[in-house]
């Protein structure tokens, strides 16, 4: 008798036997789900993150295809669960030095970015996928470059997000290329992502971090500057913020 595949389908019902209709209304408030907003149309089950990730873990042997249908369903838990799987896909692939897998895993992440629509989708996969990806295997941070240049917010918050398997390697430039090429962006959750990495970035190298504050503070973004100054003191905080613009 041949091993259980699962597919879709049964993770979906999975899924479904966890879910919590008062969570799920939390969820939805708390990701923006409502017209207008960036998470306009989104829908959730109610299942927190562990429960999710033990999902994941359990039916980590479904197909690449499986896991593309995953991610096309309009639950958010589905689409995570996809990640979560896809994540630990390619850390194995990775521990094992399997390129040629590692290769078909981030052409699969790179043509199912549109799905990829909210920043804890973003954020739980792209440096562990596409960050780990790039520096592992050395290759051109070229196509961070580009999707900090895209017209899709998701894509732009996967570029700069990345960056953070580069930060905790000590490797800061594509943090600070990147954050330079959305300076201006106009959406608050690229601001936080942005700062985010910042504040990362200050993290191992404070002088490093302060040499970009000392040229850009007075032209980032409240949001931005606010997140990367998390963690110094008060009287240096207040520095930047005064010569932030108002």
Not at 45 to 51: A, C, F, K
Not at 123 to 132: E, N
Request: aromatic share 10%.
């Amino acid at each position: 008798m041949g091993s259980y595949v699962p597919t879709a389908h049964s993770i979906r019902r999975e899924l479904l036997r966890h879910a919590n209709p008062v969570k799920a209304k939390l969820l939805a408030g708390f990701f923006k789900t409502g017209k207008g907003q960036y998470g306009e149309g989104d829908s959730f089950l109610g299942i927190m993150v562990p429960t999710q990730r033990r999902i994941a873990h359990r039916f980590k042997r479904i197909q690449l295809k499986e896991i593309g249908r995953l991610l096309k369903e309009p639950i958010h838990e589905c689409r995570f669960t996809a990640l979560e799987i896809l994540v630990d896909r390619f850390e194995e692939a990775l521990k094992n030095d399997n390129k040629i897998l590692c290769d078909g895993i981030i052409d699969f992440y790179l043509s199912h970015t549109k799905y990829i629509n909210n920043w804890d989708l973003v954020d739980a996969s792209a440096p562990y996928i596409l960050g780990a990806y790039l520096a592992e295997f050395k290759k051109s941070p070229a196509i961070l470059y580009k999707l900090a240049h895209s017209d899709n917010l998701w894509e732009r918050r996967i570029a700069i997000v990345s960056t953070f398997y580069f930060i905790a390697r000590d490797d800061f430039r594509k943090s600070i290329k990147i954050t330079k090429i959305i300076l201006q962006d106009e959406h608050d959750l690229i601001h936080k992502a942005a700062g985010w990495m910042l504040r990362e970035v200050g993290k191992r190298d404070k002088k490093v971090l302060i040499g970009f504050l000392q040229k850009y503070a007075m032209v980032m973004p409240r949001t931005m500057l606010r997140y990367a100054i998390e963690k110094f003191d008060t009287r240096q905080r207040q520095k930047y913020l005064n010569m932030a613009k108002i």
